[in-house]
Protein backbone atom coordinates (compact mmCIF):
# COMPACT_ATOMS: atom_id res chain seq x y z
CA UNK A 1 0.00 0.00 0.00
CA UNK A 2 1.59 3.27 -0.79
CA UNK A 3 1.50 6.24 1.78
CA UNK A 4 -0.39 8.17 -0.83
CA UNK A 5 -3.43 5.98 -0.65
CA UNK A 6 -3.25 5.30 3.23
CA UNK A 7 -3.49 9.23 3.52
CA UNK A 8 -6.67 9.90 1.82
CA UNK A 9 -9.70 8.41 3.36
CA UNK A 10 -10.29 6.40 7.03
CA UNK A 11 -10.50 2.72 6.80
CA UNK A 12 -13.04 0.81 5.25
CA UNK A 13 -16.00 -1.30 6.60
CA UNK A 14 -14.96 -4.23 4.92
CA UNK A 15 -13.06 -5.80 7.50
CA UNK A 16 -16.08 -6.43 9.62
CA UNK A 17 -18.29 -9.99 10.04
CA UNK A 18 -21.01 -9.58 8.18
CA UNK A 19 -24.00 -9.05 8.48
CA UNK A 20 -22.25 -5.40 9.10
CA UNK A 21 -23.29 -3.58 12.51
CA UNK A 22 -21.52 -0.52 12.06
CA UNK A 23 -23.81 1.87 10.35
CA UNK A 24 -22.58 5.71 10.11
CA UNK A 25 -22.35 8.02 12.97
CA UNK A 26 -20.77 9.30 16.05
CA UNK A 27 -20.34 6.47 18.18
CA UNK A 28 -18.46 6.89 21.55
CA UNK A 29 -15.42 5.38 22.15
CA UNK A 30 -13.81 6.02 25.13
CA UNK A 31 -14.51 7.83 28.60
CA UNK A 32 -13.11 11.40 28.49
CA UNK A 33 -11.30 10.36 32.16
CA UNK A 34 -9.58 7.56 30.35
CA UNK A 35 -7.75 10.25 28.03
CA UNK A 36 -4.93 11.76 29.76
CA UNK A 37 -3.33 15.16 29.28
CA UNK A 38 0.06 15.63 27.71
CA UNK A 39 0.64 11.89 26.72
CA UNK A 40 -1.04 9.85 23.96
CA UNK A 41 -3.43 6.30 24.60
CA UNK A 42 -3.44 3.34 22.16
CA UNK A 43 -6.57 1.82 21.78
CA UNK A 44 -8.45 -0.70 19.24
CA UNK A 45 -11.92 0.05 17.71
CA UNK A 46 -13.71 -1.47 15.17
CA UNK A 47 -10.76 -3.67 15.06
CA UNK A 48 -8.31 -1.04 14.11
CA UNK A 49 -5.30 0.37 15.93
CA UNK A 50 -6.21 3.67 17.16
CA UNK A 51 -4.26 6.51 19.17
CA UNK A 52 -5.80 9.61 20.95
CA UNK A 53 -4.05 12.51 22.40
CA UNK A 54 -5.53 16.13 24.11
CA UNK A 55 -4.37 19.03 22.48
CA UNK A 56 -4.94 22.84 23.56
CA UNK A 57 -7.28 22.74 20.68
CA UNK A 58 -9.28 19.67 21.37
CA UNK A 59 -8.97 16.34 20.96
CA UNK A 60 -6.97 13.75 18.04
CA UNK A 61 -7.78 10.51 17.24
CA UNK A 62 -5.74 8.94 14.59
CA UNK A 63 -5.08 5.53 13.04
CA UNK A 64 -2.28 4.46 15.28
CA UNK A 65 0.32 3.96 12.46
CA UNK A 66 3.47 6.56 11.50
CA UNK A 67 2.63 7.50 7.53
CA UNK A 68 6.54 7.53 7.50
CA UNK A 69 7.76 3.58 8.17
CA UNK A 70 4.26 2.30 10.25
CA UNK A 71 5.56 2.15 13.63
CA UNK A 72 3.10 2.73 16.34
CA UNK A 73 2.76 6.63 17.02
CA UNK A 74 1.15 5.89 20.18
CA UNK A 75 4.82 5.04 22.09
CA UNK A 76 5.85 8.37 21.21
CA UNK A 77 4.84 11.63 23.11
CA UNK A 78 2.91 14.22 22.83
CA UNK A 79 4.99 18.14 22.35
CA UNK A 80 3.29 21.49 21.46
CA UNK A 81 0.02 19.79 20.39
CA UNK A 82 1.95 17.24 18.14
CA UNK A 83 2.26 13.66 18.13
CA UNK A 84 5.79 12.89 18.25
CA UNK A 85 6.95 9.44 16.21
CA UNK A 86 9.32 7.31 18.21
CA UNK A 87 11.21 6.36 15.77
CA UNK A 88 12.64 9.32 13.45
CA UNK A 89 10.89 12.12 15.45
CA UNK A 90 8.37 13.17 12.68
CA UNK A 91 5.73 15.17 14.31
CA UNK A 92 1.88 15.21 13.19
CA UNK A 93 -0.30 18.25 14.56
CA UNK A 94 -4.19 17.00 15.13
CA UNK A 95 -5.47 17.24 11.96
CA UNK A 96 -2.87 14.50 11.26
CA UNK A 97 -0.68 17.32 9.00
CA UNK A 98 3.16 16.66 9.37
CA UNK A 99 4.54 19.55 10.97
CA UNK A 100 8.28 18.14 11.20
CA UNK A 101 11.23 16.00 9.50
CA UNK A 102 14.40 16.51 12.46
CA UNK A 103 16.37 14.67 9.79
CA UNK A 104 15.95 16.88 7.00
CA UNK A 105 16.59 20.35 9.26
CA UNK A 106 14.29 23.07 9.64
CA UNK A 107 14.03 24.56 6.38
CA UNK A 108 12.86 21.58 3.56
CA UNK A 109 9.42 21.81 2.68
CA UNK A 110 7.11 19.06 3.54
CA UNK A 111 5.06 17.42 1.41
CA UNK A 112 1.09 18.04 1.99
CA UNK A 113 0.73 13.87 1.70
CA UNK A 114 2.86 13.27 5.02
CA UNK A 115 -0.50 13.48 6.22
CA UNK A 116 -1.68 10.81 9.48
CA UNK A 117 -4.96 9.26 8.63
CA UNK A 118 -7.30 11.01 11.30
CA UNK A 119 -10.89 10.93 11.89
CA UNK A 120 -13.48 13.52 12.81
CA UNK A 121 -13.81 12.94 16.72
CA UNK A 122 -15.61 15.25 19.41
CA UNK A 123 -15.32 15.22 23.13
CA UNK A 124 -18.78 15.80 24.55
CA UNK A 125 -20.98 14.12 27.90
CA UNK A 126 -17.97 12.39 29.28
CA UNK A 127 -17.30 10.45 26.13
CA UNK A 128 -14.66 11.12 23.17
CA UNK A 129 -16.78 10.36 19.86
CA UNK A 130 -15.90 9.11 16.35
CA UNK A 131 -17.40 9.26 13.28
CA UNK A 132 -17.19 6.17 11.72
CA UNK A 133 -18.35 5.19 8.37
CA UNK A 134 -19.40 7.25 5.31
CA UNK A 135 -19.47 10.60 5.66
CA UNK A 136 -22.20 12.96 4.33
CA UNK A 137 -21.45 16.61 3.42
CA UNK A 138 -21.92 18.09 6.96
CA UNK A 139 -21.54 15.91 10.19
CA UNK A 140 -24.76 15.96 12.22
CA UNK A 141 -24.26 16.83 15.97
CA UNK A 142 -24.09 13.91 18.31
CA UNK A 143 -27.10 12.81 19.56
CA UNK A 144 -27.77 12.72 23.12
CA UNK A 145 -30.34 11.78 26.05
CA UNK A 146 -31.00 15.89 26.75
CA UNK A 147 -34.28 16.14 28.20
CA UNK A 148 -33.74 12.86 30.21
CA UNK A 149 -30.56 13.59 31.82
CA UNK A 150 -31.14 17.57 32.55
CA UNK A 151 -30.68 18.23 35.78
CA UNK A 152 -29.56 14.97 37.06
CA UNK A 153 -25.86 13.88 38.85
CA UNK A 154 -23.58 11.66 37.43
CA UNK A 155 -22.24 9.81 35.98
CA UNK A 156 -21.21 6.99 38.05
CA UNK A 157 -19.33 4.86 35.44
CA UNK A 158 -17.71 1.42 34.79
CA UNK A 159 -17.72 -1.32 32.09
CA UNK A 160 -16.94 -4.35 30.98
CA UNK A 161 -15.89 -6.18 27.76
CA UNK A 162 -17.56 -9.40 26.19
CA UNK A 163 -17.18 -11.23 23.39
CA UNK A 164 -19.73 -10.73 21.08
CA UNK A 165 -20.35 -7.96 18.85
CA UNK A 166 -22.75 -4.67 18.78
CA UNK A 167 -25.48 -6.51 17.70
CA UNK A 168 -25.74 -9.16 20.38
CA UNK A 169 -25.51 -6.34 23.42
CA UNK A 170 -27.85 -4.05 21.81
CA UNK A 171 -30.63 -6.28 21.45
CA UNK A 172 -29.76 -7.92 24.57
CA UNK A 173 -30.95 -4.57 26.13
CA UNK A 174 -33.83 -4.11 24.06
CA UNK A 175 -34.96 -7.63 24.99
CA UNK A 176 -36.98 -6.69 28.73
CA UNK A 177 -38.20 -11.03 28.46
CA UNK A 178 -34.99 -11.97 29.87
CA UNK A 179 -35.30 -10.33 33.01
CA UNK A 180 -36.95 -13.02 35.09
CA UNK A 181 -34.81 -15.38 33.58
CA UNK A 182 -31.54 -13.99 33.55
CA UNK A 183 -31.46 -11.54 36.39
CA UNK A 184 -33.15 -13.99 38.72
CA UNK A 185 -31.54 -13.03 41.19
CA UNK A 186 -31.11 -9.06 40.90
CA UNK A 187 -33.41 -7.07 39.02
CA UNK A 188 -35.90 -10.06 37.92
CA UNK A 189 -37.49 -10.32 41.33
CA UNK A 190 -39.03 -7.26 40.81
CA UNK A 191 -40.90 -8.50 37.78
CA UNK A 192 -44.62 -9.94 38.96
CA UNK A 193 -44.89 -12.12 35.58
CA UNK A 194 -42.84 -13.03 32.69
CA UNK A 195 -46.32 -12.67 30.88
CA UNK A 196 -45.04 -9.02 29.19
CA UNK A 197 -47.00 -7.12 26.84
CA UNK A 198 -44.36 -5.32 24.81
CA UNK A 199 -44.44 -2.58 22.42
CA UNK A 200 -41.81 0.05 20.85
CA UNK A 201 -41.57 2.98 18.36
CA UNK A 202 -39.28 3.80 15.85
CA UNK A 203 -38.21 7.30 15.87
CA UNK A 204 -35.43 8.23 13.16
CA UNK A 205 -32.55 6.09 14.50
CA UNK A 206 -34.44 5.80 18.00
CA UNK A 207 -35.96 2.70 19.14
CA UNK A 208 -38.44 2.91 22.36
CA UNK A 209 -39.31 0.17 24.57
CA UNK A 210 -42.03 -0.03 26.70
CA UNK A 211 -44.35 -2.27 28.42
CA UNK A 212 -48.10 -2.03 28.04
CA UNK A 213 -48.91 -3.55 31.17
CA UNK A 214 -45.88 -2.29 32.62
CA UNK A 215 -45.00 -0.04 35.35
CA UNK A 216 -46.33 3.45 34.49
CA UNK A 217 -42.89 5.46 33.13
CA UNK A 218 -40.52 2.68 32.70
CA UNK A 219 -38.87 2.33 29.34
CA UNK A 220 -35.95 1.47 27.47
CA UNK A 221 -34.22 3.86 24.44
CA UNK A 222 -32.00 2.67 22.10
CA UNK A 223 -30.43 5.88 19.95
CA UNK A 224 -28.02 4.37 17.40
CA UNK A 225 -25.22 4.18 16.76
CA UNK A 226 -24.42 3.10 20.27
CA UNK A 227 -26.53 4.89 23.28
CA UNK A 228 -28.87 3.79 25.25
CA UNK A 229 -31.20 4.56 28.19
CA UNK A 230 -33.52 3.50 30.73
CA UNK A 231 -35.80 4.65 32.68
CA UNK A 232 -36.01 3.21 35.91
CA UNK A 233 -37.53 5.68 38.38
CA UNK A 234 -38.31 9.37 38.51
CA UNK A 235 -35.41 10.84 37.70
CA UNK A 236 -33.23 7.64 37.60
CA UNK A 237 -31.43 6.35 34.84
CA UNK A 238 -29.06 3.77 33.68
CA UNK A 239 -27.44 4.73 30.81
CA UNK A 240 -25.24 2.29 28.42
CA UNK A 241 -22.56 2.76 25.39
CA UNK A 242 -21.67 -0.43 23.54
CA UNK A 243 -18.17 0.64 22.07
CA UNK A 244 -16.98 -1.82 19.49
CA UNK A 245 -13.83 -3.62 19.95
CA UNK A 246 -13.87 -5.09 17.57
CA UNK A 247 -16.75 -6.77 15.45
CA UNK A 248 -17.04 -9.72 17.52
CA UNK A 249 -16.00 -7.97 21.24
CA UNK A 250 -17.60 -5.05 22.95
CA UNK A 251 -16.79 -2.74 25.80
CA UNK A 252 -19.54 -1.38 27.89
CA UNK A 253 -19.79 1.73 29.95
CA UNK A 254 -22.48 1.18 32.05
CA UNK A 255 -23.19 4.65 34.09
CA UNK A 256 -26.08 5.70 36.62
CA UNK A 257 -27.56 9.43 36.26
CA UNK A 258 -30.11 9.90 39.66
CA UNK A 259 -31.57 13.63 40.48
CA UNK A 260 -33.53 12.49 43.37
CA UNK A 261 -30.62 13.26 46.49
CA UNK A 262 -29.50 16.93 46.74
CA UNK A 263 -27.22 16.06 49.75
CA UNK A 264 -23.92 15.52 48.63
CA UNK A 265 -22.79 12.12 50.72
CA UNK A 266 -26.50 10.52 50.27
CA UNK A 267 -25.82 11.18 46.47
CA UNK A 268 -22.50 9.86 46.44
CA UNK A 269 -23.57 6.81 48.29
CA UNK A 270 -26.35 5.95 46.24
CA UNK A 271 -24.25 6.23 42.94
CA UNK A 272 -22.04 4.10 43.99
CA UNK A 273 -24.03 1.76 44.62
CA UNK A 274 -26.17 2.18 41.98
CA UNK A 275 -23.25 1.85 39.70
CA UNK A 276 -21.76 -1.14 41.00
CA UNK A 277 -24.96 -2.69 40.98
CA UNK A 278 -25.60 -2.36 37.37
CA UNK A 279 -22.04 -3.76 36.72
CA UNK A 280 -23.50 -6.63 38.49
CA UNK A 281 -26.96 -6.94 36.18
CA UNK A 282 -24.23 -6.09 32.99
CA UNK A 283 -22.35 -9.48 34.32
CA UNK A 284 -25.42 -11.06 34.16
CA UNK A 285 -26.32 -10.80 30.84
CA UNK A 286 -23.00 -11.40 29.44
CA UNK A 287 -22.48 -14.86 31.23
CA UNK A 288 -25.95 -15.43 28.33
CA UNK A 289 -25.47 -13.43 25.63
CA UNK A 290 -21.44 -15.20 25.05
CA UNK A 291 -23.15 -18.46 24.42
CA UNK A 292 -25.14 -17.30 21.02
CA UNK A 293 -23.89 -19.05 18.27
CA UNK A 294 -23.15 -16.54 16.67
CA UNK A 295 -21.17 -13.04 17.68
CA UNK A 296 -23.15 -11.05 15.29
CA UNK A 297 -26.72 -11.15 15.11
CA UNK A 298 -27.92 -12.45 11.78
CA UNK A 299 -30.70 -10.90 9.35
CA UNK A 300 -34.31 -11.11 9.35
CA UNK A 301 -33.71 -14.09 7.52
CA UNK A 302 -35.57 -16.55 9.82
CA UNK A 303 -32.94 -18.51 11.36
CA UNK A 304 -34.14 -16.57 14.75
CA UNK A 305 -37.64 -18.00 15.11
CA UNK A 306 -38.45 -14.42 16.77
CA UNK A 307 -41.65 -13.97 18.89
CA UNK A 308 -43.53 -10.96 19.97
CA UNK A 309 -41.20 -9.77 22.54
CA UNK A 310 -38.98 -9.23 20.20
CA UNK A 311 -40.29 -6.48 18.21
CA UNK A 312 -37.77 -4.01 19.34
CA UNK A 313 -35.17 -6.56 18.22
CA UNK A 314 -37.14 -6.93 14.47
CA UNK A 315 -36.95 -2.73 14.48
CA UNK A 316 -33.09 -2.59 14.99
CA UNK A 317 -32.89 -5.19 12.46
CA UNK A 318 -34.43 -3.40 9.97
CA UNK A 319 -32.79 -0.08 10.47
CA UNK A 320 -28.97 -2.43 10.17
CA UNK A 321 -30.73 -3.84 6.84
CA UNK A 322 -31.39 -0.19 5.94
CA UNK A 323 -27.48 1.00 6.74
CA UNK A 324 -26.15 -2.40 5.22
CA UNK A 325 -27.49 -0.86 1.61
CA UNK A 326 -25.41 2.04 1.84
CA UNK A 327 -22.39 1.25 3.66
S1 LIG B 1 8.42 5.75 11.30
FE1 LIG B 1 7.64 7.46 12.27
S2 LIG B 1 9.11 8.96 11.99
FE2 LIG B 1 9.88 7.27 10.90
FE1 LIG C 1 -30.32 -7.93 31.12
Known amino acids: MTTASINTSAPSLTSVAAPNDFGPGWYAILASRELPQGKPLALTRFAMPLVAFRTGEGISVML ?24 HGLAFNRQGQCERIPVQGPDTA ?166 WSNLWILREDIRIIETHDTKVSPPLDGSEFLLACDLPIIQYRRLRAGWQRHV
Not at 68 to 85: E, F, M, T, W, Y
Open 64 to 87: DRCPHRGVKLSNGCVQADNIVCPF
Open 110 to 275: IPKALQATTYKSRELHGFIFIWWGQEPDTLPDIEWFNEELAGCDGPYEHWAECEVGLSRNIENQMDAAHLPFVHKRSIGRLVKSPKMDIDCTVTGQRIRMFLRNGRPGFYLELCLPNIWINRIGTKSWVFLAFVPVTATRTRLYTRYYQGSFNLPVLKQLFGWLMG
